[in-house]
């Protein structure tokens, strides 16, 4: 998509389409010919992955909304129907149930990649806000799609969720009948959600053009952090990325399948196999595993407004992430601190997770006994210390540790970080190279 | 171009000419005209004349025992009608309106109203003419929206929490014996829909 295209094309065909729409030609440099750093490892894969994933949604998704009725009076036995009596429609819905599941799967992988590699540092900051852009579409799709099936989790998550907006000063009470569309969730709020679950994929996929437009003008990150110096430090696209990705494609999708066919239900919540019930409230409200550690920040406020502003932040703060990180280094293989405060980014990332989905009060750690019942620290102050160093680890530690941090030697080249490695350890021979 | 880009003047300012005129004058039409056409689209979400007209139900008070709650339908969501005893009632006399963090009543028959028991029991709805409620019955009624002002779930009734009233397990909100929020992240009071007696028997919702 960028600098000298090296497509030739080899039939009269080709030749005439070329000057009249180059498509061809811009595949070929895109994802043929398109030079890419030769030292990517499988954290790379995962771009394909999703490619896979989305395109895995939008087809079954197509399908299934073929048969699924958006009316509060059949929804929920429409989505049976699929599963009864369509034929494979078990198998559709399956694919697009669990497909959500493993697409959040590989964005978080591919996110936390692009945070530990740097991938968001210049020149790729477009490139990282348009991933950010696809993974609030993606996490709205989401959230759209879970509430067709109008179960009692479909039905109270969209209760929540839409009562967070009701937290604004003024507007919240007429923002939130707007988004109802009556005066509580109801079949108008199935039908906009349908309308929208819909067109959601197709802007999904609008901004993966543009995300892919920002990634092949500056080219890939890669392992090292150091940018592209000559045509040593890349091989082409195809066939090298292309059959490496497509055996990451294959593994993946053997996890897929495995929860397809083996445990289909494992990562959802058995309460939406009971029909909405607007008088009745579900023990415990909980969202998708792929929402749990927002759904945690959210509650660790004492304050409805306060929580609401806290959840929409920690998905803000990844907007700015570009100028908050002032690294000269991109990548963590050489920020000896960095990678720490990195490691226990992550951690706390999957430890908000598990405080989403316990009860606020549970005990976390059992601190003795009181009147016979366990003390100690509950969910929600882990929760609360586990949302402070969310936030401080982009606002605190990622802004100072470009001051304080000494970084490791880096190697002077991507070719040379490849033989380095052959010879033996890695910063032997190498010569360190200049601050990127 | 000569006669619409007027030469600069002394002190280098140019004079605004036709064209920026129509410039502005099309800028704002596109504008207005925009506002116009987006309106529709926006308004179109908002509720519908016959879901707005689906406004009022009936329902009888008078088997509820001492103590109990019936939940009816009401707009797609759920009323409480609960029967206080005479316990409950001076529990939730007894709060100071200092303790409540949210001191507005809640309550639509008595908008801007301070959240003080009688303003938020049936005492503060409107009896038809010619209907007979005893006085002691209607304090004993609490008529509220079943829905927890944090994010709406449903909260458990029966004397449920540390208030003797409703409790929300869902974030942890506790209302007392009037219904009032007294902890927890629930912002505001339960709320209560504009009700009154239409018969020795029967309330009407909306």
Same mark, same amino acid.
């Not at chain 1, 030769?38 to 790379?44: I, S």
């Given at each position: 998509m960028s600098g000298h295209s090296t497509y030739e094309p080899k039939t009269g065909f080709e030749r005439w389409l070329d000057e009249r729409l180059p498509i061809v030609r811009l595949g070929y440099d895109s994802f043929v010919g398109f030079p890419t750093p030769? *030292?990517? *490892?499988? &954290? &790379?894969t995962f771009g394909g992955i999703l490619t896979v994933c989305l395109m895995v949604q939008i087809v079954s998704g197509i399908v299934l909304a073929m048969h699924y009725v958006p009316h509060v009076d059949y929804a929920f036995a429409s989505v049976e129907r699929i599963d009864r009596d369509v034929n494979y429609g078990w198998l559709l819905r399956s694919i697009h149930a669990n497909g959500a599941s493993m697409f959040f799967l590989a964005v978080y992988i591919h996110m936390f990649r692009g945070l530990y590699y740097g991938s968001y540092k210049s020149p790729r900051e477009v490139l990282w806000i348009l991933g950010v852009v696809i993974y609030l579409l993606m996490m709205a799709a989401a959230f759209m799609g879970y509430v067709l099936p109008w179960g009692q989790m479909s039905y109270w998550g969209a209760m929540v969720i839409t009562n967070l907006f009701g937290a604004l000063p003024l507007i919240g009470g007429p923002l939130t009948e707007w988004l109802w569309g009556g005066f509580t969730v109801g079949n108008e709020t199935l039908n906009r959600f349908f309308s929208l679950h819909y067109l959601i994929p197709f802007l999904i996929a609008g901004v993966v053009g543009l995300h892919i437009w920002a990634l092949h003008v500056p080219g890939n990150n890669n392992p090292t952090g150091i940018s592209v110096k000559s045509s040593k430090d890349t091989l082409p696209f195809h066939p090298y990325y292309t059959v490496k990705d497509g055996f990451a494609i294959m593994l993946f999708l053997v996890i897929f399948a495995f929860f397809v066919f083996y445990a289909p239900d494992v990562l959802g919540h058995a309460d939406n196999y009971i029909e909405a019930d607007p008088l009745v409230t579900p023990a415990h409200i909980v969202p998708e595993w792929y929402l749990l550690p927002f759904y945690a920040i959210l509650r660790a406020v004492p304050s409805k407004l306060g929580g609401v502003i806290l959840m929409f932040a920690a998905i803000g703060v990844l907007f700015v992430l570009p100028w908050l990180d002032t690294s000269k280094v991109r990548s963590m293989r050489y920020r000896p601190l960095a990678r720490w405060f990195f490691i226990f980014f992550v951690i706390a990332g999957l430890g908000l997770g598990w405080c989403g989905a316990k009860n606020p009060d549970d005990i976390f750690l059992p601190l003795g006994s009181h009147d016979g019942h366990a003390t100690g620290i509950t969910f929600l102050w882990l929760a609360r210390v586990l949302t402070l160093y969310y936030f401080a680890y982009f606002l605190v530690i990622l802004p100072l540790l470009g001051f304080v941090e000494k970084p490791k030697p880096r190697p002077a080249s991507i070719a040379d970080s490849v033989h380095g490695a052959k010879a033996g350890p890695q910063d032997s021979g190498v010569k360190p190279a200049p601050a990127e | 171009m000569s006669d619409v880009t007027p030469s600069p003047d002394a002190n280098g300012h140019s004079e605004p000419s036709r064209r920026d005129f129509i410039y502005i004058a099309a800028g704002g039409a596109v504008a207005v005209g925009g506002a116009f056409v987006l309106w529709p689209f926006i308004d179109q979400m908002n509720p519908a004349a016959d879901t707005l007209a689906l406004a009022s139900i009936r329902a009888p008070f008078n088997d509820i025992a001492e103590g109990e709650q019936v939940t009816v339908m009401w707009r797609g969501g759920p009323v409480f009608i609960r029967r206080r005893t005479q316990a409950d009632i001076e529990s939730a006399r007894a709060v100071e309106l200092a303790a409540l963090p949210d001191k507005d009543a809640r309550n639509e028959n008595e908008p801007g109203a301070e959240a003080t028991d009688p303003n938020r029991s049936a005492l503060s709805a409107p009896v038809n003419e010619g209907v007979e409620v005893p006085e002691d019955v209607r304090a004993s009624l609490i008529v509220m929206k079943g829905n927890c002002t944090h994010l709406g779930c449903v909260p458990v009734g029966d004397g449920a929490g540390d208030y003797n009233g409703w409790f929300c397990p869902c974030h942890g909100s506790h209302y007392d014996a009037a219904g009032r929020i007294r902890r927890g992240p629930a912002p505001e009071n339960l709320h209560i829909p504009p009700y009154s007696f239409v018969s020795s028997t029967t309330i009407q919702i909306g």
């Open positions: 030769r *030292n990517l *490892n499988y &954290w &790379w | -």
